[in-house]
């Protein structure tokens, strides 16, 4: 689904991506994780196109990503932040459907679509006349994932969804992001810091460290084959990870 080639990504002396390769499989869930700093965020923003790389190219469903389909391309794909990214003076369902209607979707498709997406994140169908404001963080986040995948994107793009939640809204949103992901049959790709989360919700991890891939693969892989000592210092680090499954 998404292939970068030779991609590289500097902030005048920085380099935030070193010359990097990476293949996403289409269908599969894919975790990008490593510590702060490592260019998960950075690499997600040059996939969806919101930051241009220094040098190297993007390939998303075959098509290389230029200024000219740009638009088109992010029409196909679904971005969720950390905090939900909800504009606050529309509705929780205003900001699901905004899309929907600005490119003149029928309202009878945009309500029957409303609903499957209740239904698939679990989120009460009265909560969509509350304001951002009026809804709790996990709410919140149900709410980006709807907006997300109101058009049913090809792609699927999260930046550490889950981060800003305390762990018992966290767990209960993990458990339903599983059933979210096998359900939308997008291609999922979602920048994470833990690796539990990572284990529990991804086919395919891709651990980064200074803009590189150090390692891709299941978790059993970088369990039983860490590619460096790194692998196995980051997996010491990750406290949560003997109780992953």
């Known amino acids: 689904m998404v292939e970068l080639k030779a991609i590289s990504k500097r902030y005048g002396d920085h380099v935030a991506i070193r010359s990097?390769?990476?293949?996403?499989?289409?269908?599969?869930?894919?975790?990008?994780?490593?510590?702060?700093?490592?260019?998960?965020?950075?690499?997600?923003?040059?996939?969806?196109?919101?930051?241009?790389?220094s040098s190297g190219a993007v390939s998303i469903d075959g098509t290389v990503l230029t200024p000219e389909n740009m638009e088109n391309v992010r029409r196909e794909t679904?971005?969720?932040?950390?905090?939900g990214g909800l504009f606050p003076h529309l509705t929780a369902g205003q900001n699901v459907t905004l899309f929907s209607r600005f490119l003149g979707h029928e309202e009878s498709a945009i309500q029957i679509r409303l609903g499957e997406l209740c239904?698939?994140?679990?989120?009460?169908?009265?909560?969509?006349e509350r304001f951002p404001v009026e809804l709790s963080g996990g709410q919140k986040q149900?709410?980006?994932?709807?907006?997300?995948?109101?058009?049913?994107?090809?792609?699927?793009?999260l930046d550490e969804p889950l981060g800003a939640l305390d762990p018992l809204v966290r767990?209960?949103?993990?458990?339903?992001?599983?059933?979210?992901?096998?359900?939308?049959?997008?291609?999922?790709?979602?920048v994470t810091h833990d690796?539990?989360?990572?284990?529990y919700l991804a086919d395919n991890i891709v651990l980064l460290r200074e803009g590189q891939v150090i390692q891709q693969g299941g978790f059993g892989e970088f369990t039983d084959q860490p590619a460096d000592a790194f692998v196995s210092e980051f997996l010491s680090a990750q406290r949560q990870v003997g109780a992953i499954v």
Request: hydrophobic share 45%; proline share 5%.
């Open 78 to 83: 679904g971005y969720v932040i950390q905090d």
């Open 119 to 128: 239904t698939l994140t679990k989120f009460d169908p009265s909560m969509l």
């Open 20 to 53: 990097l390769d990476l293949e996403i499989p289409t269908g599969k869930v894919t975790a990008l994780i490593g510590p702060s700093g490592c260019g998960k965020s950075t690499l997600l923003r040059i996939i969806l196109g919101l930051i241009e790389p």
């Open 171 to 190: 767990a209960g949103l993990q458990t339903d992001l599983k059933e979210i992901f096998r359900s939308s049959e997008s291609t999922v790709v979602f």
């Open 142 to 157: 149900r709410v980006g994932l709807m907006r997300a995948l109101m058009l049913k994107p090809k792609l699927l793009l």
């Open 195 to 199: 690796m539990g989360e990572a284990a």
